[in-house]
């Protein structure tokens, strides 16, 4: 008998954005897999989800970015080059940062959001901090504000990099194209719900139904990796149903050993 294993968007993204408190977990899950050699197979609909997040992390922070030069633009010189010019920040303008940043991590609701925007902040402060003084302890806006123009354009070329070097480390195989229908995902809650479990999570069960597809048309079993800890606490009823093991990252590694019997 044969196996794969996949990983879920819940590891490539904690990976990607190093995100604690599930870092440690999903670092020794790609550090396994490494060392044992072993191929790391991505679902289109794992890749999907990914890209759709990522799209929405990636554009929080920019436009938060973005959003921090307009600001100080307008605040400092209603927009108006030859006013900015003459124009100056100092550590009294600390607060008006403060409070921009903090309405914008109030306004999304995705955590990693909330986190990329922080990520930003932090740059945006220790750039600030370090930017040179005179005498009362001020520094020029524009000065401030090109440094925020060539981080913005730096900070969507490494977004793109984190990425690549997250499915390097894992060394990701993109599996075929697979896209349950709405049907089969229903035909699984309902199942689920007829066993007693009232999971329905559809994102995650269109990997377990694409999955079970594949156990049926290709001949292996797939082992789902996942950080998600409610999609975890179904493996048993979801291995029953369709057959696909739903694994914990530290435990992975293992499971594909015992079915390969290596």
């Not at 400092?76 to 903090?102: C, H, M, N, V």
């Not at 998600?228 to 435990?251: A, F, H, N, W």
Request: hydrophobic share 35%; with cysteine; net charge negative.
């Amino acid at each position: 008998m044969s196996a794969r294993i996949y990983v879920d968007d819940s590891i490539l993204l904690t990976l990607d954005y190093e995100q604690e408190p599930l870092l440690r977990k999903c670092t020794n899950f790609q550090n396994s897999l490494r060392n044992a050699k072993i191929e790391c197979y991505m679902l289109s609909t794992v890749r999907a989800i990914r890209e759709r997040i990522t799209r929405q992390v990636i554009d929080a922070g920019g436009n938060s970015l973005r959003g921090l030069w307009h600001h100080l633009s307008m605040n400092k010189g209603a927009g108006l080059p030859y006013i900015l010019t003459d124009s100056t920040l100092g550590d009294e303008d600390l607060s008006g940062i403060q409070t921009y940043f903090r309405q914008k991590i109030i306004e999304q609701k995705r955590d990693l959001a909330k986190s990329q925007i922080q990520a930003v902040e932090l740059w945006a402060v220790e750039v600030f901090n370090d930017m040179p003084r005179d005498g009362l302890g001020h520094f020029q806006v524009m000065a401030y504000l090109q440094k925020l123009s060539v981080y913005l354009n730096e900070y969507y070329v490494q977004s793109k990099n984190t990425l690549l070097r997250t499915e390097k480390d894992l060394g990701i195989i993109n599996e075929i194209q697979v896209d349950p229908t709405t049907s089969q995902i229903t035909a699984l809650v309902n199942k689920l719900q007829q066993s007693g479990s009232y999971f329905d999570d559809r994102e995650d069960l269109c990997h377990i139904v694409a999955l079970s597809w594949l156990k049926q048309n290709k001949d292996y079993t797939p082992i789902f990796a996942t950080a998600d800890r409610k999609l975890y606490e179904q493996k048993d009823v979801l291995y029953s149903l369709t057959g696909v093991i739903v694994e914990d990252p530290l435990y992975a590694v293992n499971a594909y050993r015992s079915i390969m019997q290596l």
